[in-house]
């Protein structure tokens, strides 16, 4: 007799099944059987990002779930600026709509909102061009609040100035505010088109051990003591360095890892305690080719994070 739990997600079932019965020791071993299946029609919570709006979508309804940034009342019309990871959106709610009207009088800045409606061009004269969406807006059909907040502890627009150690306490609404969200996204575009250049290459991303015993290196090692032989330490490594090096003596001789890095260092311009960077290990190139494979990807990136074409000048050390 089989019991079964589906669980469901946005285009993801999740099928668990116990069996009740008395098994035999192999059965036994096979009574958890999980079945994954993906449904082209599941439908997810939200059907765009704010800053995927745009003219195209025109006419078409769509669902955002977000934070409330900005609420104002225009003399019968609301106006909510509705913030996600990618960017704003303007909704609109008319007082045609009771209950979705009466629900965005309630909300207040930084609440959790999801907002069903319609896609319609801005009137003449109200295109924001300081917004990705800014030519469109939504005009709000229903409003549902997933959870209130209390008013945060500084504002979240651009032209406020909050001192480091508040923003630090208050991370986590530190990283809703705009620029802060965009530093993110850009980081994350870096380290991705980083690796798809490194795997076009040939080499292979390895992560290699964190916990390991301490090295003589330039630094200080941070030690961690192990609960299960008292006296004993752990040390977080300085670099991958003896790891990617054993790789290259096994054969692997394209390797690289966005490493995390750790120097009990005091807190400097130049020094970080814990750091990312990336880590790269070769054989069988020459100084031609390593000139190539760390030139190209440098302008590459430098144009992706400030969009300026760079040419670095490539001399020897005599010329220098």
Same mark, same amino acid.
């Given at each position: 007799?089989?019991?079964?739990?589906?669980?469901?997600?946005?285009?993801?079932? *999740?099928?668990?099944?116990?069996?009740?019965?008395?098994?035999?020791?192999?059965?036994?071993?096979?009574?958890? &059987?999980? &079945?994954?299946?993906?449904?082209?029609?599941?439908?997810?919570?939200?059907?765009?990002?704010?800053?995927?709006?745009?003219?195209?979508?025109?006419?078409?309804?769509?669902?955002?779930?977000?934070?409330?940034?900005? %609420? &104002?009342?225009?003399?019968?019309?609301?106006?909510?600026?509705? %913030?996600?990871?990618?960017?704003?959106?303007?909704?609109?709610?008319?007082?045609?709509?009771?209950?979705?009207?009466?629900?965005?009088?309630?909300?207040?800045?930084?609440?959790?909102?999801?907002?069903?409606?319609?896609? &319609?061009?801005?009137?003449?004269?109200?295109?924001?061009?300081?917004?990705?969406?800014?030519?469109?807006?939504?005009?709000?059909?229903?409003?549902?609040?997933?959870?209130?907040?209390?008013?945060?502890?500084?504002?979240?627009?651009?032209?406020? =100035?909050?001192?480091?150690?508040?923003?630090?306490?208050?991370?986590?609404?530190? *990283?809703?505010?705009?620029?802060?969200?965009?530093?993110?996204?850009? $980081?994350?575009?870096?380290?991705?088109?980083?690796?798809?250049?490194? =795997?076009?290459?040939?080499?292979?991303?390895?992560?290699?051990?964190?916990?390991?015993?301490?090295?003589?290196?330039?630094?200080?090692?941070?030690?961690?003591?192990?609960?299960?032989?008292?006296?004993?330490?752990?040390?977080?490594?300085?670099?991958?360095?003896?790891?990617?090096? *054993?790789?290259?003596?096994?054969?692997?001789?394209?390797?690289?890892?966005?490493?995390?890095?750790? $120097?009990?260092?005091?807190? %400097?311009?130049?020094?970080?305690?814990?750091?990312?960077?990336?880590?790269?290990?070769?054989?069988?190139?020459?100084?031609?080719?390593?000139?190539?494979?760390?030139?190209?990807?440098?302008?590459?990136?430098?144009?992706?994070?400030?969009?300026?074409?760079?040419?670095?000048?490539?001399?020897?050390?005599?010329?220098?």
């Amino acid at each position: 007799m089989l019991a079964g739990v589906t669980l469901r997600g946005p285009g993801l079932a *999740l099928v668990l099944c116990r069996c009740r019965v008395p098994l035999s020791a192999s059965q036994e071993r096979k009574r958890h &059987r999980i &079945r994954i299946t993906r449904s082209e029609n599941t439908i997810m919570m939200r059907s765009h990002y704010c800053g995927q709006l745009n003219e195209s979508l025109e006419g078409q309804e769509i669902t955002l779930c977000g934070w409330v940034h900005r %609420r &104002r009342d225009h003399g019968g019309v609301i106006f909510l600026d509705i %913030r996600d990871r990618e960017g704003m959106a303007q909704v609109v709610f008319d007082p045609d709509r009771a209950d979705s009207f009466a629900a965005a009088d309630r909300v207040r800045s930084e609440y959790v909102v999801k907002v069903v409606g319609k896609v &319609r061009a801005r009137p003449a004269g109200a295109v924001n061009a300081n917004m990705a969406s800014g030519a469109i807006e939504v005009l709000g059909y229903e409003l549902e609040v997933l959870n209130e907040s209390e008013t945060p502890p500084f504002p979240l627009n651009e032209y406020s =100035d909050v001192g480091e150690e508040t923003r630090l306490r208050y991370r986590f609404i530190d *990283l809703r505010r705009p620029e802060m969200a965009e530093k993110l996204r850009l $980081r994350s575009r870096i380290t991705t088109s980083i690796r798809r250049y490194l =795997d076009d290459n040939g080499f292979l991303d390895v992560e290699t051990p964190i916990l390991t015993r301490a090295t003589p290196e330039g630094a200080r090692d941070y030690l961690v003591p192990s609960r299960t032989h008292p006296g004993s330490f752990f040390a977080l490594p300085q670099s991958p360095q003896l790891f990617k090096q *054993l790789l290259m003596v096994a054969g692997f001789d394209r390797y690289y890892q966005i490493a995390k890095c750790f $120097r009990d260092e005091d807190l %400097r311009a130049d020094r970080q305690p814990e750091f990312t960077q990336i880590d790269i290990e070769t054989s069988f190139l020459n100084e031609e080719d390593i000139i190539g494979l760390t030139y190209n990807p440098l302008t590459k990136h430098y144009k992706l994070a400030s969009d300026v074409d760079v040419n670095y000048m490539i001399q020897t050390l005599r010329e220098a």
